[in-house]
């Protein structure tokens, strides 16, 4: 799914943890990490990074969002999503920042024996923090660590990947330390900093994060009216 060239210019909005977000015009680049105490101390639910670009050819968009950043080699062994979570993606087309289609995602099993239901992309039965799941059997079922679907419909891959977002996480605690996680190796650096190092160093190397990634034809999610030059609003949200 590697980027070809820009079709239709996507607007790409934040992820976010547990409720709605921004559907903005132009394009967003930002990470979002424990954004609530809550997520703070739970590693499953933290949604990080949000991404939306050109899929496999022209006329298809592929959308990823990562979860559980950082997880450790250790834990790479035996970590999988949480099926209690319903895993969505929201696609605003109307420029509201209110969604008009989604993608629903649950996970059977825990560890990395999962099966993955992925429904949609449908319009929501209802908007906002509170939602209920689709109706009808799953658009693709099957296993997690695996590409499900075909190469002309909807394909879906949740597992686990190398993390694909880049900081020098010991750096940015030093300039902002009242973003720093209450323990661990990262919790307590006692100089401070104004600025990144040079050369950076990318603290997440080695690291993997739990990724859903999505390709779909663009007419699913941009419709299909000749000449039209549609924008999205694209955010994730974790709930139980
Ligand atoms: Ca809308």
Redesign the pocket.
């Known amino acids: 799914m590697a980027p070809t060239s820009v079709p239709r210019r996507l607007t790409l909005a934040l992820g976010i943890g547990a409720i709605g977000a921004l559907g903005v015009a132009g394009v967003i680049r930002a990470s979002d990490h424990q954004d609530t105490a809550e997520v703070e101390i739970q590693q499953l639910p933290d949604i990080n990074d949000v991404y939306a670009f050109p899929g496999s050819n022209a006329n298809r968009i592929a959308l990823a969002v990562t979860t559980a950043s950082p997880v450790t080699p250790a834990q790479s062994a035996t970590i999988g999503f949480d099926p209690a979570i319903l895993y969505q993606i929201k696609i605003?087309?109307?420029g509201?920042a209110?969604?008009?289609l989604v993608f629903q995602l649950q996970f059977v099993g825990t560890g990395r024996n999962q099966t993955v239901n992925l429904y949609g992309p449908a319009a929501p039965n209802s908007v906002g923090r509170d939602n209920t799941l689709l109706a009808g059997p799953p658009t693709l079922t099957g296993a997690t660590n695996t590409a499900l679907g075909k190469p002309k419909g909807v394909q879906l891959q949740a597992g686990l990947f190398e993390d694909p977002f880049f900081i020098d996480l010991e750096q940015f605690f030093r300039i902002i330390p009242d973003r720093r996680p209450a323990r661990g190796p990262l919790s307590v650096f006692p100089v401070p900093a104004s600025s990144f190092r040079n050369p950076g160093i990318d603290y997440l190397r080695g690291f993997n994060a739990l990724g859903i990634v999505i390709e779909v034809p663009e007419e699913l999610l941009l419709g299909n009216t000749p000449g039209a030059d549609p924008k999205i609003g694209v955010w994730a949200t974790t709930s139980k």
Do not use: A, H, Q, Y
Request: proline share 0%.
């Open positions: 605003d087309r109307t509201d209110v969604e008009d």
